[in-house]
């Protein structure tokens, strides 16, 4: 016969005991202990990583617009723009103009990087589909950086560019679901400690 005492320097009654002192609390009954919390940390960075990318293409989107809105009024004020003025490298010389550049850092570097880490994460991350909705984020990132870069030769590039840009949105978002879905599901672990108590 076991004694409460034995139970409870036991591991199933150690368990047990927290889960009957802190209702509610699901990581201390994970046998996994410290090893919960880093995947809780992997899914967390993961959601936030695909968020970054999201909120990229918004900034994107806005930046592009401020840009050709800011040059489309100063060409009608006037102003022309050449490739002296292109080339010139200063962000004063018409309203929105600052956009370019933002269009350009955020697009060329501050999404790809997000991306590249976006896949180093996944691979840390137990959730289904974390790695293929990854590389499926990078691979069109890469698309659109090709087409960013290329698009001055052939201006026709311009509607896949936008359309892949809707693309890395949708992806993204579903990454970052795709891991919140994932941890709304009962893992075996917590539904066996969830039976014991």
Wanted: charged share 10%.
């Amino acid at each position: 016969m076991t004694t409460p005492g034995a139970a409870l320097h036991s591991g199933r009654g150690r368990a047990a005991f927290r889960a009957a002192s802190l209702p509610g609390t699901v990581d201390e009954v994970h046998p996994g202990g410290w090893q919960d919390t880093g995947r809780d940390i992997m899914r967390r960075t993961y959601t936030v990583l695909a968020w970054i990318i999201a909120a990229g293409v918004f900034v994107q989107a806005a930046a592009i617009a401020f840009g050709f809105a800011g040059m489309a009024g100063y060409v009608q004020g006037g102003g022309v723009v050449d490739k002296a003025l292109v080339e010139s490298q200063t962000a004063g010389n018409f309203t929105g103009e600052l956009g370019f550049p933002i269009h350009a850092i955020v697009g060329g570097m501050v999404i790809p990087f997000a991306a590249l880490a976006l896949v180093v994460v996944s691979f840390l991350v137990r959730a289904p589909g974390a790695r293929k909705w990854a590389a499926i984020v990078l691979g069109l990132v890469v698309v659109q950086a090709m087409l960013g870069y290329s698009i001055t030769d052939l201006p026709y590039l311009g509607l896949i560019h936008g359309a892949n840009a809707l693309a890395v949105l949708l992806s993204s978002v579903q990454a970052a679901r795709l891991v919140a879905r994932a941890e709304a599901r009962p893992t075996d672990s917590t539904v066996t400690a969830s039976a014991s108590v």
